[in-house]
């Protein structure tokens, strides 16, 4: 019996295997897919740093993925942006996050859970889930590559399953956040000319939607020629287009729908003006929901399985990755001490990861409201008061990802947000910074020349199926 089995090899179930394999403990992990898979979300935050370095992944990280040092936030005429540079408050190299491709990253961590000793079984599809209380072992039916009934037992299970939220949805636990109806409409493109406005120095660049559209679009380099692209918008927004479109004749809506919306903004029209798809565009509805129950006697959900939040500030793969650290050390902790029924280490990991959850729930509902400061606003708005320097610095921590030990401390600003004339009672961070109105983070040459990998990821996939 293994004393961990894990639903699901994605970033928080890969993660979760680790850890524990780092602790000493045997773990299988159950994924439906074979990786590489393509998967949505590629713009991580710089405090995801520090668990790729635990995790032993950082020099491989270096080698293959474009480092971002900003997110930019635009609006949709391009006139008012926030250049959110990370080196503003983070003053060692951590600052340059990733922008990763998910196929490459994903399968990146599950064949470093391999190599710590865990048991991987890819197209192996979870089926049902048993606890026997009796035995004291969660028993799991899965059917295997060639659709073969298969059983492991293990002392203790990890839903890590994404957005399927296998005991979620089986047990009824999930709740949809009304209100955040949303869907995302993205592709890659290739033979990227004009890599401009941030996007040449490695930038995240976000532009906002507003109106009945309620949403924003993502541009991100991949590549020095390659981008991945987004549209996100209201579900119910998309439906009234998709129905236009389809009237009109269209034989591909949600291909006319996102280059409609893309080329609405100057900006992006340019950037991918020459450019090739390198797919079909691919939708992702319906999200934004949480599971009621996060975890008890001998299981635990982590990542998109326990809840999953609209993506606007990249923080999915840090919040799925580090929940699943802490509740690897709070499960290692349980079963090193022989008692699975003292559940304290678990109670104590998911407060950080509630707190965490919910303080970037709040910092979505104000982006969504209309009323409140935008982040790409920040800068011209700020500047005109001489105590700006708090609010901004406070503003670029939480962007990089400061929210699990201090999420406390930042729901003063977003008080400061919701009530702009307040903000100059925020004075608990001191920054050094002042002016974000601008395109550039001013990179040091040896910065700049690390942005993009020597090899191209294109050729890095390549050489991955050669060798493997
Ligand atoms: C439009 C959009 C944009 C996003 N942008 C970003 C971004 O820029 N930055 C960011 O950090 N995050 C972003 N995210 C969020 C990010 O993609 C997720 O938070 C992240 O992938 C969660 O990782 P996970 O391991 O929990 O789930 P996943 O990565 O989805 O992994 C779950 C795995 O479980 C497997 N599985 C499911 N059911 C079963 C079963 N029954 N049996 C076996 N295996 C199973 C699946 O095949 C999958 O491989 C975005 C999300 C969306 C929808």
């Not at 710089?46 to 900003?70: H, I, N, Q, S, W």
């Not at 996007?199 to 949403?215: A, D, H, P, Q």
């Not at 999420?407 to 050094?432: G, I, S």
Request: with cysteine; glycine share 6%; hydrophobic share 40%.
């Amino acid at each position: 019996m293994q004393d961990v089995i894990i639903i699901g090899g994605g970033p928080a179930g890969s993660t979760a295997a680790s850890f524990l394999a780092k602790h000493g403990h045997s773990v299988t992990i159950l994924e439906k897919e074979r990786f590489p898979r393509e998967h949505v979300g590629e713009s991580l935050l710089p405090f995801c740093y520090k668990t790729f370095d635990a995790l032993g992944v950082l020099d491989e990280m270096k080698r293959l993925f474009v480092r971002k040092p900003t997110v930019r936030f635009a609006t949709i005429d391009g006139k008012q942006s926030t250049n959110w540079c990370f080196n503003a408050v983070i003053p060692d190299e951590s600052f340059l996050s990733f922008q990763v491709d998910r196929k490459v990253f994903d399968t990146m961590l599950l064949d470093n859970s391999r190599k710590l000793g865990v048991d991987v079984h890819e197209q192996t599809k979870v089926t049902d889930v048993k606890f026997d209380t009796e035995q004291d072992k969660v028993v799991v039916s899965a059917t295997g590559p060639n659709g073969e009934k298969q059983t492991y037992e293990g002392r203790f299970l990890i839903d890590a399953s994404g957005r399927s939220t296998f005991l979620a949805s089986k047990n009824n636990w999930r709740t949809s956040n009304v209100g955040f109806e949303r869907t995302a409409v993205w592709t890659h493109f290739i033979d990227v000319k004009n890599m401009i406005g941030g996007l040449e120095e490695g930038s995240s660049l976000i532009v906002y939607l507003g109106g009945n559209k309620r949403g924003w679009i993502w541009v991100f380099p991949l590549e020095r020629d390659r981008i991945t692209a987004g549209v996100v918008v209201d579900s119910f927004y998309l439906r009234d287009k998709k129905r236009e479109l389809q009237e009109a004749g269209s034989e591909n809506w949600q291909r006319d729908f996102f280059f409609n919306e893309l080329n609405e903004s100057p900006f992006v029209r340019e950037i991918i003006d020459g450019a090739e798809m390198m797919m079909d565009v691919i939708v992702e509805g319906d999200y934004s929901y949480n599971s009621n129950v996060k975890h008890g006697p001998r299981y635990a959900l982590i990542g998109d399985a326990s809840r999953f939040i609209d993506p606007i500030f990249s923080s999915g793969i840090f919040l799925s990755t580090k929940s699943a650290w802490l509740v690897a050390d709070a499960l290692h902790e349980m079963l090193s001490s022989g008692d699975l029924n003292n559940n304290q280490p678990l109670l104590k990991a998911y407060e950080y990861i509630n707190g965490a959850y919910n303080f970037v729930y709040r910092l979505i509902t104000l982006f969504y409201n209309p009323h409140t400061i935008s982040f790409a606003e920040a800068a011209t708005f700020f500047n005109e008061y001489s105590d700006h320097q708090h609010a901004m610095a406070a503003g670029h921590f939480i962007l990089s990802g400061d929210f699990f030990e201090n999420h406390k401390k930042y729901h003063e600003f977003l008080d400061v947000l919701e009530a702009p004339r307040n903000f100059q009672r925020y004075k608990n961070v001191v920054m050094d910074r002042k002016k974000s109105n601008i395109e550039s983070c001013n990179l040091k040459p040896e910065e700049r020349s690390i942005i993009f990998p020597k090899k191209s990821l294109r050729m890095a996939e390549q050489l991955q199926k050669v060798t493997s």
